[in-house]
């Protein structure tokens, strides 16, 4: 009924390759971009946006990253974590370096930090694929996590260990540090998750994301009509670590603000967003929203029902999420392997004939 | 004889035995993947589980007795009886066995023919849930796991190296232990894939699924057979890790430490997850003893993994792993 392409025309070779071919779809993208720029900023208060809205939209950056690595270019990578850890530890040694700089640059800079490292770890997918390479980037999470845990360089020789963001701003504005105005932080991470969603997607669509999508669907093959392995495989690693860095950075500066590294940034971090793209569908961008919402709703809806309206224990109810967890991780990869967004696409096609099925 | 060789050799002992311990988990690994492919990261958390299980037997815990209380508001934890380590063992096997036939009957049973990634993503879920049923049967707490086997520095190696190089060696018992019982273990299942005639199914599965299915193997049965082979090495794993360090959610990451190891390896051979357990181990030990202190000690966390990838880079399929072969 609403959703359908009939009387649609288009006139223009740009209109036809739009990424948004469909007009009601295009007029949900905008009302979502209306309601998330102009309508959640004057209703968040601090508990939504710690509790939510800042993980979800951190959450998302990395999973888009970490999608366009493994669901697009089909590199597995269970390395996040440590590439996370790269881009937080970056933008402190930035933040503390420039304090006069806008941290959004800092931010920017410390992606392109990740990049460079992630190409570094990159190198072997050029020898090594499938599970072995996936075991390889765990070299990669164990030795940054440990690199950041015992040169002191990395966090200022502080007695801690720990790094701390200082307070820095953009355009005048506190985002981070304690004193950061709740939709000050929210609409920071959402310029940030805008623009790294546009620009996954566009490249994703484009000679480059087929070159990838080439690359996952089978390397000999895609070699062999022309695509370069080296350059296809290491600019995947170079955006997805990118995007990445971005979201690391983020993660320590604006939402935690305190960072000890192998707690924040251990192997469980790397697990997690890989479930993300798991449950959310891989090769999607809407998917990498979806499971980052899916798994940042999960523990606090676990932890409302079950421990503030049940009165379980607090770990009881961490174990339950586990089993969840796993259990969902299972149940996608048997009866859905292309997640959340499968089942939206699945939807959309549905409702494209409803409710005249003829 | 200088100080530094002298405390080299300790090392280079203490890392064989360490060594032997990290083979006796990969084998749990390879098992598995050679014959269903599967390569199984939940080897670690199984491990884990196998020693809650068995601590939980042999102290009469009531299983879930947590969630029991939480729920119905009562207050049970012990059955009130202490079992034997033979008894507690027995019944833990039982567990491992009914568990490997769940795993084939709800989950394995539906990912025939996809791909090994996928397969391993499952193994992953697999692995977080049987974390959370774990803790939830048994409970999060540091358990003493205690099935008498020897412990406490070997006073025969002490004296004897103290009469030849001036220096008493610290080897432990319970390391001498579980090497022999790895050796043991390793011979027993080698000979029972030589000779015997489910061992022969399950080597004919490994060679070729097709093949084996249409001379009347049946597939099912021997997966279901390979996880508890599996589950059984995973319990003997546990009982070894869980006397040394206690049982605890740390014992679950061995599975992060064989990982390497069958890289080095090979994930098919057998040989090969001896080899690499020896390598890895011995390698670990002697890197954190000689540079470790250069450079801020702590390597053990990622030494073997950079090992392994830089020994890949130059032999993909490890050390005796089959030459890998591609075609369009």
């Given at each position: 009924?609403?959703y359908r392409?009939?009387?649609?025309?288009?006139?223009?070779?740009?209109?036809?390759?739009?990424?948004?071919?469909?007009?009601?779809?295009?007029?949900?993208?905008?009302?979502?971009?209306?309601?998330?720029?102009?309508?959640?900023?004057?209703?968040?208060?601090?508990?939504?946006?710690?509790?939510?809205?800042?993980?979800?939209?951190?959450?998302?950056?990395?999973?888009?990253?970490?999608?366009?690595?493994?669901?697009?270019c089909?590199?597995?990578?269970?390395?996040?974590?440590?590439?996370m850890?790269?881009?937080?530890?970056?933008?402190?040694?930035?933040?503390?370096?420039?304090?006069?700089?806008?941290?959004?640059?800092?931010?920017?800079?410390?992606?392109?930090?990740?990049?460079?490292?992630?190409?570094?770890?990159?190198?072997?997918s050029?020898?090594?694929?499938?599970?072995?390479?996936?075991?390889?980037?765990?070299?990669?999470?164990?030795?940054?996590?440990?690199?950041?845990?015992?040169?002191?360089?990395?966090?200022?020789?502080?007695?801690?260990?720990?790094?701390?963001?200082?307070?820095?701003?953009?355009?005048?504005?506190?985002?981070?540090?304690?004193?950061?105005?709740?939709?000050?932080?929210?609409?920071?991470?959402?310029?940030?998750?805008?623009?790294?969603?546009?620009?996954?997607?566009?490249?994703?669509?484009?000679?480059?994301?087929?070159?990838?999508?080439?690359?996952?669907?089978?390397?000999?093959?895609?070699?062999?009509?022309?695509?370069?392995?080296?350059?296809?495989?290491?600019?995947?690693?170079?955006?997805?670590?990118?995007?990445?860095?971005?979201?690391?950075?983020?993660?320590?500066?604006?939402?935690?603000?305190?960072?000890?590294v192998?707690?924040?940034?251990?192997?469980?971090?790397?697990?997690?967003?890989?479930?993300?793209?798991?449950?959310?569908?891989?090769?999607?961008?809407?998917?990498?929203?979806?499971?980052?919402?899916?798994?940042?709703?999960?523990?606090?809806?676990?932890?409302?029902?079950?421990?503030?309206?049940?009165g379980?224990?607090?770990?009881?109810?961490?174990?339950?999420?586990?089993?969840?967890?796993?259990?969902?991780?299972?149940?996608?990869?048997?009866?859905?392997?292309?997640?959340?967004?499968?089942?939206?696409?699945?939807?959309?096609?549905?409702?494209?004939?409803?409710?005249?099925?003829? | 004889?200088?100080?530094?060789?002298?405390?080299?050799?300790?090392?280079?002992?203490?890392?064989?035995?360490?060594?032997?311990?990290?083979?006796?988990?990969?084998?749990?690994?390879?098992?598995?993947?050679?014959?269903?492919?599967?390569f199984?990261?939940?080897?670690?958390?199984?491990?884990?589980?196998?020693?809650?299980?068995?601590?939980?037997?042999?102290?009469?815990?009531?299983?879930?007795?947590?969630?029991?209380?939480?729920?119905?508001?009562?207050?049970?934890?012990?059955?009130?009886?202490?079992?034997?380590?033979?008894?507690?063992?027995?019944?833990?096997?039982?567990?491992?066995?009914?568990?490997?036939?769940?795993?084939?009957?709800?989950?394995?049973?539906?990912?025939?023919?996809?791909?090994?990634?996928?397969?391993?993503?499952?193994?992953?879920?697999?692995?977080?849930?049987?974390?959370?049923?774990g803790?939830?049967?048994?409970?999060?707490?540091?358990?003493?796991?205690?099935?008498?086997?020897?412990?406490?520095?070997?006073?025969?190696?002490?004296?004897?190296?103290?009469?030849?190089?001036?220096?008493?060696?610290?080897?432990?018992?319970?390391?001498?232990?579980?090497?022999?019982?790895a050796?043991?273990?390793?011979?027993?299942?080698?000979?029972?894939?030589?000779?015997?005639?489910?061992?022969?199914?399950?080597?004919?599965?490994?060679?070729?699924?097709?093949?084996?299915?249409?001379?009347?193997?049946?597939?099912?049965?021997?997966w279901?057979?390979?996880?508890?082979?599996?589950?059984?090495?995973?319990?003997?794993?546990?009982?070894?890790?869980?006397?040394?360090?206690?049982?605890?959610?740390?014992?679950?990451?061995?599975?992060?430490?064989?990982?390497?190891?069958?890289?080095?390896?090979?994930?098919?051979?057998?040989?090969?997850?001896?080899?690499?357990?020896l390598?890895?181990?011995?390698?670990?030990?002697?890197?954190?003893?000689?540079?470790?202190p250069?450079?801020?000690?702590?390597t053990?966390?990622?030494?073997?993994?950079?090992?392994?990838?830089?020994?890949?880079?130059?032999r993909?399929?490890g050390?005796?792993?089959?030459?890998?072969?591609?075609?369009?």
């Amino acid at each position: 009924m609403f959703y359908r392409e009939a009387g649609d025309f288009k006139t223009s070779y740009q209109d036809d390759n739009q990424t948004f071919p469909i007009k009601f779809d295009r007029y949900r993208y905008y009302a979502v971009l209306f309601a998330a720029f102009a309508v959640i900023p004057f209703l968040v208060n601090d508990y939504w946006v710690n509790a939510i809205f800042l993980p979800f939209l951190i959450y998302s950056i990395a999973a888009i990253g970490l999608n366009i690595l493994v669901g697009y270019c089909g590199q597995v990578s269970l390395g996040t974590g440590g590439f996370m850890a790269v881009g937080a530890y970056a933008v402190y040694k930035l933040m503390t370096a420039f304090p006069d700089v806008s941290f959004a640059i800092h931010v920017v800079l410390a992606g392109g930090v990740t990049a460079i490292v992630g190409v570094m770890f990159g190198l072997p997918s050029l020898r090594i694929k499938g599970f072995y390479l996936a075991v390889a980037t765990l070299a990669a999470q164990f030795f940054l996590v440990w690199l950041f845990n015992r040169v002191p360089w990395f966090y200022n020789y502080s007695a801690s260990g720990q790094i701390n963001a200082p307070v820095r701003t953009v355009f005048g504005v506190e985002v981070t540090g304690p004193t950061a105005e709740p939709w000050a932080v929210y609409l920071f991470c959402l310029v940030f998750l805008t623009l790294c969603a546009i620009i996954a997607r566009n490249l994703t669509r484009g000679s480059v994301g087929r070159k990838w999508m080439a690359i996952r669907d089978m390397d000999i093959a895609a070699e062999i009509i022309g695509v370069n392995p080296l350059t296809a495989k290491l600019s995947a690693f170079a955006v997805s670590s990118f995007f990445v860095g971005i979201s690391g950075a983020l993660f320590f500066g604006v939402y935690l603000g305190a960072v000890e590294v192998g707690e924040a940034f251990g192997i469980n971090k790397s697990f997690l967003v890989l479930f993300m793209i798991i449950i959310g569908g891989l090769g999607s961008i809407f998917g990498s929203f979806a499971g980052a919402a899916f798994l940042v709703l999960l523990p606090v809806l676990l932890k409302n029902v079950l421990v503030s309206g049940l009165g379980w224990p607090t770990d009881l109810a961490a174990h339950l999420e586990f089993m969840i967890v796993g259990g969902l991780i299972v149940t996608f990869l048997i009866l859905e392997p292309h997640g959340l967004a499968q089942l939206w696409r699945v939807a959309k096609e549905k409702l494209r004939l409803w409710p005249f099925p003829h | 004889m200088p100080d530094q060789l002298i405390f080299g050799m300790e090392v280079f002992l203490n890392g064989l035995m360490a060594g032997v311990l990290y083979a006796l988990v990969a084998l749990g690994f390879v098992l598995i993947y050679k014959a269903s492919g599967i390569f199984n990261y939940a080897q670690g958390v199984m491990a884990l589980f196998a020693a809650m299980t068995l601590v939980g037997v042999m102290e009469g815990q009531v299983p879930f007795s947590h969630l029991i209380n939480a729920v119905l508001g009562t207050d049970v934890h012990h059955f009130g009886w202490h079992l034997p380590a033979l008894i507690g063992i027995l019944t833990t096997m039982a567990v491992m066995v009914g568990l490997a036939w769940l795993v084939q009957k709800i989950i394995f049973k539906h990912l025939v023919g996809q791909e090994p990634i996928i397969l391993f993503m499952a193994t992953i879920g697999l692995a977080y849930f049987m974390e959370g049923l774990g803790d939830m049967m048994w409970g999060a707490d540091i358990k003493k796991l205690d099935v008498g086997l020897p412990q406490g520095i070997n006073i025969w190696i002490d004296e004897t190296t103290y009469g030849i190089f001036g220096y008493g060696f610290f080897i432990d018992n319970l390391d001498i232990v579980a090497t022999i019982i790895a050796a043991i273990l390793v011979a027993i299942l080698v000979a029972f894939s030589q000779y015997t005639k489910q061992g022969r199914a399950m080597r004919a599965v490994a060679d070729d699924h097709q093949a084996a299915l249409s001379v009347g193997v049946s597939l099912n049965f021997i997966w279901v057979m390979v996880w508890s082979v599996a589950g059984f090495v995973a319990l003997v794993a546990g009982i070894m890790w869980g006397t040394k360090s206690g049982v605890q959610f740390s014992l679950s990451l061995i599975a992060l430490k064989a990982l390497p190891v069958l890289m080095l390896g090979g994930f098919t051979s057998i040989p090969g997850a001896i080899v690499g357990g020896l390598i890895i181990g011995v390698g670990e030990k002697l890197f954190e003893f000689a540079v470790g202190p250069l450079i801020g000690g702590a390597t053990e966390n990622w030494f073997a993994y950079v090992l392994a990838l830089i020994f890949l880079v130059f032999r993909p399929q490890g050390l005796f792993g089959d030459k890998i072969i591609e075609r369009v």
